[in-house]
Structure formats: structure tokens, C-alpha cells
């Protein structure tokens, strides 16, 4: 099922960053350098954690699991009277403790759940059981309870939530200038940490700057502009 998002695509871009920078550090002991090559395919192929090791060791073909996982439990969304909420309890003792914070430890003990291999081979009982008793619960507010505890969960949030989240302020996450307003860097460096520093520019804004800057004459500039190989602006179709 397409997850709206295009993972695919942004790993590719992120391991060709990867590639030149390996490139580039194994150049500092050869002086050679090489061709990087990263693609579509192989990116989507390595991102294929735990299912590519399940296939490998065992032979195991994954099956559809909708918002479950395929070999935790329970680790999937759950109904609250407000947002779902996501409770990703994937050991014994976090089941334990959601089954309290629940307000019915007895099921910790329930020789279906006892253990992970428990509770994976009674997914579906396991999972009936939660909703019963996260459906009443404030979304939010329990799974920031669960996560004071412990327990790993987090309130299913939409698109505007998140970009006006104060923890997506804390880390920065934003970026602001002139009204225009973006995602932040993930990576954070200490000494030199990233910024905006200006606003995208209006199609071709730049264009005769940057072909002046790489030799070209005004006078070949304006032939290349006049001919539609060089664009100021958006072409037109």
C-alpha cells in the first residue's frame, strides 16, 4: 500500500550523498576518484529491514499486516475516544506495564500473551483485547503516560500537527525567513550547524548570474536566452 510519503526516492538521494562522501574520504588516501552509483532499485531493496534477514535465515515470506508488526506484539495504531495512538510494547516487561497502566495487569499474565512468540501467534486476540481498553482513554494524554513509563507510544498526528508540535520547535525543525517557512535539517552539527540563509528564488532569477560566472558573454547569454537554451522564466507550453 502506498504510504503517501516517496521513501524510495529520498533514500536514493541520501545514499548518492553517502556514495560521494565515502568517495571522497576514500580519495584523501588514494588521490583517485570513482564513480558513485546509487539507484531507485537497490535503495528500495535495501530498506527491506526485517523482511530481507526473515527471508534469508529462515526462508519466512512476509504476510500483510496493515499497522501491526510482523514479528512484535503489540506494536500497532489503537482507538481512543480523541486521536489513535500508536503503542509499540515489543518487550515483556513494557507489555506488563501497558496491561497496568490499563488497568487490567491479569492479561500480562494470560498464558497468550505471556511472552513475544505468545502474543505474535494471538495477534488478533491480543489486539481485540487493547482496543476494548484504550477506547475510552484520552489519546494524547495516555500516550504521553505510556511513554513516561516506559512504554513506547505516541498519538497519531496529522500533517499541521506536527510542523506546529513544540518538540518540532525544540529540535529546530522549522526554518523561517521572508515568509517563506520549511523543513529543517535533520542533522545537527555543533560547530557548524545549518541554516537558511535565503529564500528560494523565482524560476531563472539566477540564470544569467550563473552563466556569467561560468565565462559566457552578455552577448551569448542573450543568444542563448532568446533561443530557449537558457530560461529565465517558466517555459510555457
Known amino acids: 500500500m502506498r ?14 550523498c553517502i556514495g560521494i562522501l565515502m568517495a571522497l574520504y576514500e580519495r584523501s588516501r588514494s588521490g583517485k576518484g570513482q564513480f558513485v ?3 531507485l ?9 526485517p523482511h530481507a534477514p526473515n527471508y534469508f535465515t529462515a526462508g519466512q515470506k512476509p504476510k500483510l499486516v496493515g499497522n501491526s508488526h510482523g514479528s512484535l506484539a503489540p506494536y500497532c495504531n489503537f482507538p481512543t475516544k480523541g486521536r489513535n495512538i500508536v503503542v509499540g510494547a515489543g518487550n515483556d516487561g513494557q507489555f506488563r506495564k501497558l496491561c497496568q497502566m490499563l488497568g ?5 499474565d494470560d498464558p497468550r500473551f505471556k511472552t513475544n512468540k505468545d502474543r505474535v501467534a494471538n495477534k488478533t486476540a491480543l489486539e481485540a483485547e487493547l ?13 504521553t503516560e505510556l511513554m513516561q513509563n516506559g512504554v513506547p507510544s505516541g498519538a497519531v498526528l496529522e500533517v499541521p500537527d506536527v510542523m506546529e508540535h513544540p518538540h518540532t520547535k525544540h529540535r529546530n525543525m ?23 540563509r535565503n529564500k528560494p528564488r523565482k524560476f531563472g ?7 556569467t560566472e561560468a565565462g559566457y558573454s552578455a552577448a551569448d547569454i542573450e543568444r542563448l536566452v532568446a533561443s530557449g537554451i537558457a530560461l529565465t522564466e517558466i517555459k510555457k507550453a
Open 205 to 211: 532569477t539566477d540564470t544569467r548570474a550563473v552563466l
Open 37 to 39: 552509483d546509487a539507484t
Open 41 to 49: 532499485y537497490d535503495s528500495a531493496l535495501a530498506l527491506h529491514h
Open 131 to 143: 482496543r476494548e481498553l484504550t477506547r475510552d482513554r484520552d489519546g494524547e494524554s495516555f500516550a
Open 174 to 196: 522549522v526554518w523561517e525567513k521572508d515568509g517563506y517557512r520549511n523543513v529543517g535539517n535533520p542533522v545537527k552539527l555543533s560547530r557548524t550547524p545549518a541554516g537558511v
Open 104 to 108: 487490567k495487569p491479569a492479561l500480562g
Open 3 to 16: 504510504i503517501g510519503v516517496p521513501v524510495v526516492d529520498l533514500s536514493t538521494g541520501m545514499n548518492a
